[in-house]
């Protein structure tokens, strides 16, 4: 099956839901998209960017109930916010919905709870994004070739899993299938921890008194790439993130005890009193490299 929605509904227009509105206008789907924002100067900004056929201030789309009126809903929001929209769709709503989220336990444990029996929720994780967050920063070619994990709840309909799976190949991301447990691991490791590492070096550096001093004085910043390429996800919306790690916390924890066992000990192989392993240092960045590669798959 590769039939377009008709009538597409995003539930929120921030970088996320703001693409993937350009991402359908510029793959010419035949699609209608609308969109529904928290406040009018949302709904302003989301007008003059003239990316959806209707916007709709939260209020008056839940006070019309109008979610009959669209074939497939895209709830593109903070998870905690997903979880309670997730509450306001009703149960004989008969399109197919979707969601954004970074991590899956939370919302695959609602939407079992929701629906009993067969239903069309179908939960989607593309792997994009950016350190910046709104709708300005929004791009069309967000989502190209980029990977979306889908993550089926008990029950889901297989014309659910065909026809999201199908949407998300027609913007041009490459699909994988993970369940919520897994999914949840893996991008602890591979994203979540990495934000609260990339924060803490920000905050461990920033405030360092004679970087402060320095700093103040230096007509350029004084950080090479090293530290503007690690730090960079710090800058992502902290709104946000404070909902994927409320999610995921017990994966993510777990992961950073690896994490600092494997820290202490190579801060012991800096420690002067423990003498020097020659070529320690150079096996140790050879061998990371290797991982890197596998991990990126850059020899494929």
């Known amino acids: 099956m590769n039939k377009n929605f008709e009538n597409i509904l995003i539930y929120g227009l921030g970088l996320m839901g703001g693409s993937l509105a350009l991402a359908i206008k510029n793959k010419k789907f035949s699609s209608k998209v609308s969109a529904i924002v928290r406040t ?46 997730i509450d306001l769709i009703p149960e004989n709503y008969s399109g197919f919905i979707t969601d954004l989220g970074s991590s899956k336990t939370a919302i695959i444990n609602k939407v079992e709870s929701k629906y009993p029996k067969s239903h069309n929720y179908y939960s989607s994780h593309p792997m994009t994004g950016s350190e910046h967050s709104g709708l300005k920063y929004g791009k069309e070619d967000l ?14 309909s297989a014309e659910a899993a065909e ?115 020659k070529g320690f240092w150079k096996e140790y960045f050879k061998e990371s490299k290797s991982h890197r590669d596998k991990i990126l798959k850059m020899n494929e």
């Open 143 to 156: 989502y190209d070739n980029k990977l979306c994990i889908l993550t089926p709840a008990s029950r889901v």
């Open 163 to 277: 026809r999201v799976s199908s949407f998300w190949a027609q913007i041009g991301s490459q699909i994988i299938t993970i369940n919520a447990v897994d999914h949840d691991e893996i991008l602890s490791l591979v994203s979540h921890s990495p934000h609260i590492l990339s924060s803490l070096l920000a905050e461990w550096i920033g405030q360092n008194e004679k970087v402060i001093q320095y700093t103040k004085n230096s007509p350029l910043p004084l950080t090479g790439g090293g530290f503007r390429d690690m730090s960079r996800i710090a800058g992502s919306n902290p709104d946000m993130w404070d909902a994927i790690i409320n999610t995921n916390r017990e994966f993510i924890y777990s992961g950073l005890i690896t994490f600092r066992d494997k820290l202490t000990e190579l801060i012991e192989h800096l420690n002067p009193n423990n003498g020097c392993t």
């Open 40 to 85: 009018l100067e949302r709904k302003k900004e989301a007008e003059s960017y003239n990316i959806a056929e209707k916007i709709y201030l939260e209020d008056e789309f839940l006070a019309s109930n109008l979610w009959d009126e669209f074939d497939f809903i895209v709830l593109a929001l903070p998870i905690d916010l997903t979880c309670q929209k």
